[in-house]
């Protein structure tokens, strides 16, 4: 089996400028998923796809490769996870290399680590052609509210009004780090949540969104209570 990792780094960041290549703890916050991959020996390829020389650069001073620049097509605001992957499986094709499994890993995912890569990828088999993290949600989305068109809070679903927080079915959501993925599955159904799709589960600690800096403040804190090493870090 040949497999392949893409890491998805696209320069031109809304929310967070440069978000990226941005400083996380001493090193840029891409660097954690390309060591992590490299670190896990699952790849035979450690590739970046970006848009931005910069990111290229650092992502090669770090381990990985950047063999060509991603399409201005698929760099703008509206180009989709996967066809960004098909299209860096293409190019792979056209230069005469094909892989079997792939792993979509976001660049700005710290928490990500080498044994966490391998045991989504462990998963993988005759009747799983994907794997993915997820999180419950931390709090019953049966006992969400909304505001209504008068101003007033309702519940979204009242059904579950009396119900206690114990009895509701636990619900999750994409933890938004990485994929894993039979080639010729995604070649096929054009998803990452595949039909037969497995998932990691994961602890809140080891999950962030970085897309605001309040969530990147947020994401220093959980990442260094687990490397409490850090603290001599300024």
Request: hydrophobic fraction near 35%; charge should be negative; charged fraction near 25%.
């Amino acid at each position: 089996m040949k497999n392949l990792c893409i890491i998805t780094a696209r320069g031109g960041s809304k929310r967070i400028p440069r978000k990226n290549i941005k400083p996380f703890w001493g090193k840029p916050v891409i660097a954690y998923s390309i060591e992590s991959a490299i670190n896990s020996n699952l790849f035979d390829v450690v590739m970046v796809s970006t848009d931005d020389h910069e990111i290229a650069t650092i992502a090669k001073e770090y381990g990985a490769e950047v063999p060509f620049l991603r399409s201005a097509e698929n760099s703008n605001d509206y180009a989709g996870t996967t066809d960004v992957l098909l299209e860096v499986l293409e190019v792979y094709k056209e230069k005469g290399f094909v892989f079997d499994i792939l792993c979509c890993l976001y660049p700005t995912a710290p928490f990500v680590t080498p044994e966490k890569l391998k045991e989504a990828y462990n998963m993988l088999g005759t009747d799983i052609d994907a794997s993915f993290t997820m999180v419950q949600y931390s709090y019953p989305i049966q006992r969400s509210l909304k505001i209504n068109s008068e101003g007033y809070v309702e519940m979204n679903f009242p059904q579950y009004r009396s119900s206690r927080s114990q009895d509701l079915e636990k619900i999750y959501h994409d933890a938004g780090q990485f994929y894993f993925i039979k080639i010729p599955t995604l070649l096929c159904e054009k998803t990452l949540w595949c039909k037969h799709t497995a998932q990691l589960i994961l602890s809140d600690l080891e999950v962030q969104d970085l897309d605001t800096e309040t969530d990147w403040k947020i994401a220093e804190i959980k990442y260094q209570r687990e490397h409490p090493q850090l603290d001599n870090i300024q």
